[in-house]
């Protein structure tokens, strides 16, 4: 049986959310206030899912073993789930969605199985998978990049107040809209569908380029290693290579569309480096990563979701014991 070795998790989570920050101001960029209120509705739920946690014999946190010296953080990891999560989910979903989502998570994804480092799934796609489950058509509607709202009423729409937005303000995904599609080629959806930009989903490609900088950052600091997301990207890439059909209409998008579409490049550098739930050895969190591609793209082509990214992670949490197994840590050389 592999055995992971003890870590402090604090600086690594710090500056995991660091890197969430182009991410977010992307986001903001394209899509308004949404995606900071669905950050702020996260991040308190996880403090009071810590809280209760914590209130729990034998689950007190000292000072100097907490983030940011807050006993209430803890070592992070639900501050980061959490956030991971907000940016996740579309901007403009109810308040009561992400609560739910995110209370989910922390509880049965983490606490359930006795915290931090014991987890066997990513409790952020654990709680993501539950509201795409339960409440599909909220998972499908996404902002219309540049047309987001004001505060106000973003605040309205999040909260459930007064009489919502105007008409028109959100639609169904560039990667929705290609799987749904039965006539028009390639090239007349992205000329003509608002969905789409230039290469992937409109706004949906700055976004992947904002969270793919921030995955450098976590690269270059040493935060998390290349594997994970090489493999998946690889993955993912190679798949819908081999799957393009051209620009017909019966075309399942191209590469360079997959890899800017959907939560692509969170999914390979903020979610599949999750390091609990993963692969202990290099070898194996490369196999994870291919995996995880290949899934994604499986699930994106031919089941009834949009993104395959959640499922693709879940699936793979399965499988890390065997990875671990055949690919065991032992047969590399150490960091």
């Known amino acids: 049986m592999t055995t992971r070795p003890a870590f402090d998790p604090r600086p690594s989570m710090q500056l995991v959310l ?4 182009p991410g977010l101001l992307a986001l903001f960029w394209q899509y308004g206030w949404g995606s900071v209120l669905q950050l702020l509705v996260a991040v308190s739920v996880a403090l009071l899912c810590e809280a209760l946690v914590r209130r729990q014999p034998g689950q007190a946190v000292t000072a100097e073993a907490s983030l940011f010296n807050l006993p209430l953080l803890g070592e992070g990891s639900a501050l980061v789930s959490a956030t ?15 609560a739910s989502a995110c209370a989910f998570a922390l509880l049965f994804g983490k606490a359930l199985f006795g915290g931090f480092g014991q987890n066997p799934f990513n409790p952020a796609m654990l709680g993501y998978a539950l509201v ?35 008409d028109g303000w959100s639609q169904a995904t560039a990667l929705d809209s290609l799987k749904h599609n039965d006539r028009l080629t390639i090239d007349e959806l992205f000329a003509s ?69 959907g939560a692509t490049m969170l999914g390979a550098f903020f979610i599949a480096t999750e390091p ?18 290949l899934l994604v793209y499986v699930i994106r082509t031919w089941s009834g979701y949009a993104d395959g990214m959640t499922f693709a992670i879940l699936l793979m949490n399965l499988l890390v014991p065997t990875l671990d197994r055949y690919a065991p840590r032992s047969q590399e050389a150490q960091p």
């Not at 660091?18 to 920050?21: D, I, W």
């Open 132 to 166: 795409l489950v339960a409440f599909p058509a909220h998972l499908n509607q996404w902002p219309t990049p540049g047309q987001h709202p004001g505060l106000s009423e973003s605040l309205q729409q999040v909260l459930g107040l007064g009489g919502g937005l105007v």
């Open 84 to 98: 991971l999560l907000a940016l996740a989910l579309p901007p403009y979903s109810p308040w009561w969605l992400t």
């Open 276 to 293: 609990v739930s993963g692969a202990a050895s290099d070898r194996g969190r490369l196999l994870f990563g291919v995996g995880a591609g």
């Open 18 to 21: 660091v890197a969430c920050l």
């Open 193 to 261: 569908h608002s969905a789409f930009g230039g290469f992937g989903g409109r706004g949906a490609e700055w976004v992947n380029l904002a969270f793919l900088l921030g995955g450098l950052f976590l690269l270059q600091r040493k935060v998390i290693r290349w594997h994970a997301p090489v493999g998946l990207l690889a993955g993912l890439f190679i798949a819908s290579l081999l799957c393009w059909n051209g620009s017909g209409s019966d075309s399942n998008g191209s590469p360079l569309f997959h890899l800017l579409s």
